[in-house]
């Protein structure tokens, strides 16, 4: 199994966003020390807590600062740029990552940042499925494209004004042929959007902040869009987001990971859930669809939620989670605020040189 990380970190109002921003940035270089598989960085618009308006910007300041590590879209919120735009950036990041590069992808789920671009009332599932469209038909096709999909308000054509002699009207495609691995983060559970996952061959990331009873519900829909195809799903392909915190003792991954006022997972959590219930998307933080809102507190998210504990407990933790839910082929590490960088740094460090060696060699052995 893969180790990755997911990082969305909700940062206390308080904090000076360059500060954050620098120790976002480092946390993707130390996963890349420490030999993480892929880093995905989010975006919003709006949010003074997440305070990464575009995540190719962000990546692009590390691709000469990591050797290894594959640096994605945690998501590229489609509803939010003409797909010509997100196109044309994506290809050139591959070139300039040089392949190391996922393009992570979703409609974008924040309403106040659908409010700012005026498409509040628009259905941004809708204009994500359209734009993903022209996207792969830019990168497929030639000039001058000629795009004009069946119900697509996209219309994508260089043809008045292209000079194929010096290049004019020419768009670039991507590093990677014939294209980079596409990864759709899920959040609700039974999605219907994993089933077309499967059939187009992108890859499922489930969130870290689904109760794991909902997450083989995205596995039987992924594996259904597969059938659709003609071809068998592989656990390989999926990932799955947990919110982990590692320590090398039991009281401190109990208060910074869970008890203390100032930890970073309650604030995180704290946040996510006033986020999630103002959308009505709190569903995801139910044991049942009928579960009432007032039995959904923060305590109970996060005794269900975080993974904390010593390395033997976050070894056991994550082997209970497989057995669960099934195999997967990447455990995401979901990143935080640095409230005690140590700590912080600590986590990460235990969870690639301990955790994950003890955990694969438990799987292999069975």
Same mark, same amino acid.
Request: glycine share 6%; proline share 6%.
């Given at each position: 199994?893969?180790?990755?990380?997911?990082?969305?970190?909700?940062?206390?109002?308080?904090?000076?966003?360059?500060?954050?921003?620098?120790?976002?940035?480092?946390?993707?270089?130390?996963?890349?020390?420490?030999?993480?598989?892929?880093?995905?960085?989010?975006?919003?618009?709006?949010?003074?807590?997440?305070?990464?308006?575009?995540?190719?910007?962000?990546?692009?300041?590390?691709?000469?600062?990591?050797?290894? +590590?594959?640096?994605?879209?945690?998501?590229?919120?489609?509803?939010?740029?003409?797909?010509?735009?997100?196109?044309?950036?994506?290809?050139?990041?591959?070139?300039?990552?040089?392949?190391?590069?996922?393009?992570?992808?979703?409609?974008?789920?924040?309403?106040?940042?659908?409010?700012?671009?005026?498409?509040? #009332?628009?259905?941004?599932?809708?204009?994500?499925a359209e734009a993903i469209?022209? +996207?792969?038909?830019?990168?497929?096709?030639?000039?001058?494209?000629?795009? #004009?999909?069946?119900?697509?308000?996209?219309?994508?054509?260089?043809?008045?004004?292209q000079v194929p002699a010096?290049?004019?009207?020419?768009?670039?495609?991507?590093?990677?042929?014939?294209?980079?691995?596409?990864?759709?983060?899920?959040?609700?559970?039974?999605?219907?959007?994993?089933?077309?996952?499967?059939?187009?061959?992108?890859?499922?990331?489930?969130?870290?902040?689904?109760?794991?009873?909902?997450?083989?519900?995205?596995?039987?829909?992924?594996?259904?869009?597969?059938?659709?195809?003609?071809?068998?799903?592989?656990?390989?392909?999926?990932?799955?987001?947990?919110?982990?915190?590692?320590?090398?003792?039991?009281?401190?991954?109990?208060?910074?990971?869970?008890?203390?006022?100032?930890?970073?997972?309650?604030?995180?959590?704290?946040?996510?859930?006033?986020?999630?219930?103002?959308?009505?998307?709190?569903?995801v933080f139910k044991e049942?669809?009928?579960?009432?809102?007032?039995?959904?507190?923060?305590?109970? +998210?996060?005794?269900?939620?975080? +993974?904390?504990?010593?390395?033997? #407990?976050?070894?056991?933790?994550?082997?209970?989670?497989?057995?669960?839910?099934?195999?997967?082929?990447?455990?995401?590490?979901?990143?935080?605020?640095?409230?005690?960088?140590?700590?912080?740094?600590?986590?990460?460090?235990?969870?690639? #040189?301990?955790?994950?060696?003890?955990?694969?060699?438990?799987?292999?052995?069975?």
């Amino acid at each position: 199994m893969k180790l990755g990380m997911f990082m969305m970190p909700l940062h206390p109002l308080h904090r000076n966003p360059t500060r954050t921003l620098q120790e976002d940035r480092q946390a993707v270089i130390l996963a890349d020390q420490l030999g993480f598989h892929d880093a995905f960085v989010g975006e919003h618009l709006t949010d003074q807590a997440e305070n990464v308006t575009n995540s190719l910007i962000f990546l692009a300041t590390l691709i000469a600062e990591t050797r290894s +590590i594959k640096l994605a879209t945690g998501t590229s919120n489609l509803s939010h740029m003409h797909p010509v735009l997100v196109a044309a950036h994506a290809a050139m990041f591959d070139h300039l990552a040089q392949g190391r590069f996922i393009f992570g992808i979703s409609p974008g789920a924040l309403v106040s940042d659908a409010e700012a671009l005026g498409i509040l #009332e628009q259905d941004r599932n809708q204009l994500f499925a359209e734009a993903i469209d022209v +996207i792969l038909a830019i990168w497929a096709g030639e000039p001058p494209y000629d795009i #004009e999909l069946p119900g697509n308000r996209f219309k994508v054509t260089t043809r008045t004004t292209q000079v194929p002699a010096i290049g004019m009207g020419v768009m670039s495609k991507p590093f990677q042929q014939p294209r980079p691995e596409i990864v759709g983060t899920v959040v609700a559970p039974f999605s219907k959007g994993v089933i077309a996952m499967g059939q187009r061959d992108f890859h499922p990331l489930s969130a870290n902040f689904l109760l794991p009873q909902w997450l083989p519900s995205h596995w039987a829909n992924y594996a259904q869009g597969k059938a659709n195809a003609g071809l068998a799903a592989d656990p390989a392909d999926w990932r799955v987001a947990r919110t982990i915190f590692v320590a090398d003792d039991a009281a401190t991954a109990r208060a910074y990971g869970r008890d203390d006022a100032n930890s970073p997972y309650r604030f995180y959590y704290s946040q996510l859930y006033t986020k999630l219930k103002k959308a009505n998307r709190h569903e995801v933080f139910k044991e049942r669809r009928d579960q009432p809102d007032d039995e959904v507190t923060l305590d109970r +998210i996060l005794d269900r939620l975080v +993974i904390a504990g010593t390395v033997p #407990e976050v070894v056991d933790q994550i082997l209970t989670l497989r057995d669960q839910v099934g195999d997967f082929g990447e455990l995401v590490y979901a990143g935080m605020d640095w409230v005690d960088e140590a700590l912080g740094r600590r986590s990460m460090q235990l969870m690639a #040189e301990e955790v994950m060696p003890r955990v694969n060699a438990a799987i292999a052995g069975r």
